[in-house]
């Protein structure tokens, strides 16, 4: 079943001839935020603004990647700030503002401070560009685009957290590493919480269309999904002293590039569910259609009782962290 969530015609106004040139802005200029700005003005999508709390930082950011501007051949605009006035009528803002992950730490351990920072952020950007569509990459994610979704009243197909699109090209890689083969030969499914109860779906997860099970045994599935699930820590481990952020980047890119250009993609992200897989006032990784106007729609899959079973798993736990967090706020 399909369920509509919204018409993408208004929306489309955005990119209408009187704002010729699409503006994006990013909350948090840390690595996920300035390598995001990097692909974006690199693929020529849009003018970034980078907003951050640290004097200087965003600024800094924003004169390096344009003083790269003629050898990448692009001619979008980078700006910094410390405050949100810059960012007024933007497209697009995306809030990657928050503490990051050390080794040994869940994304749930970051829920009371990034809910704050994250309410914050989300308030007054919407406040600058109140036609924007938002998107949210903090962690806990799944928390915090609910958190923001509260903050701002917007309406639902207008927010969205990046989520399964991480996750599947996590699992895109491991598929494609463990048979030799290229990764864009893979097309690979997670749905569910972005942590460690998140739902690869090796059925839906195909190389070429065919579906793995016929081209691994069962053993070496489970090894590629346990992967997967710890796929950001496996990261922080190594890293010792932050979280992944080309991955997300690019992550986060694609869809930056999908509403911007009007080419709808069906998806994996965080979206608000009204009954899609019995499942009510939460947003949770799901296969959508994404479009210029937001999330158009949420695409349900035919799950067997055990991957119903596991989406349900992960979206009480995503059920308990909002109230956590509702609570604090």
Known sequence: MVSTLQDTDQ??????????????????????????????????????VLVDVVPGRPQGIALDLMEAAGLEHHGRKVSGSNHYEPTAESNVVVITAGLPRKPGMSRDDLLQTNARIVQDAARQAIAHSPNALLLVVTNPLDVMTYVAWKVTNLPTHRIMGMAGILDSARFQTFIAQELGLAPKDVQAMVLGSHGELMVPLPRYSTVNGIPIPELMDEATIQRLVERTRNGGAEVVELLKTGGAYYAPASSICLMVETILLNQPRLLPIAAYLQGEYGLNDLFLGVPTRLGAGGVDRVLELRLSEAELAALTQSAQAVRANIDRAMILL
Not at 11 to 29: D, T
Request: hydrophobic content about 40%; overall charge positive; aromatic content about 0%.
């Open 11 to 48: 929306s489309l106004s955005r990119l209408s001839p009187s704002h010729p040139m699409p503006k994006v802005s990013i909350v948090g200029a840390g690595n996920v935020g300035s390598t995001l700005a990097q692909r974006i003005v690199e693929k020529n999508l849009a003018d970034v």
